[in-house]
């Protein structure tokens, strides 16, 4: 049986004042378009491109349920959640990418 993997993760841009919160079956992949702006929209405009937080799941409506839910909380929610996890804000990304090349 395939194994299914889903994520929900949190961005920001490097003075932490942005949050982004989205959901995919590819984090490494994701986070590197954002990284790159591969898309345009919102956290291409406000540069958010740092991981900070990240969870995940088996199976997708778990992870979408899960997003919508830190979606819908506060700003206040969000800090807390990430420093549970994250307390100096890191991004949880570094040193996925070949970035010298």
């Known amino acids: 049986m395939k194994q299914h993997q889903y994520y929900i993760y949190i961005i920001t841009n490097k003075v932490n004042t942005v ?28 540069n958010c491109n740092k991981l900070v937080y990240f969870e995940e799941f088996q199976w997708i409506h778990d992870a979408i349920a899960r997003e919508k839910q830190i979606k819908g909380g506060s700003r206040q929610k969000k800090i807390d959640l990430i420093l549970s996890m994250n307390p100096a804000w890191n991004d949880l990304s570094e040193g996925w990418y070949d970035e010298g090349k």
């Open 19 to 46: 949050f982004y919160t989205g959901v995919t079956s590819d984090l490494e992949g994701r986070i590197w378009e954002h990284k790159q702006k591969v898309f345009k929209g919102f956290t291409s405009t406000y």
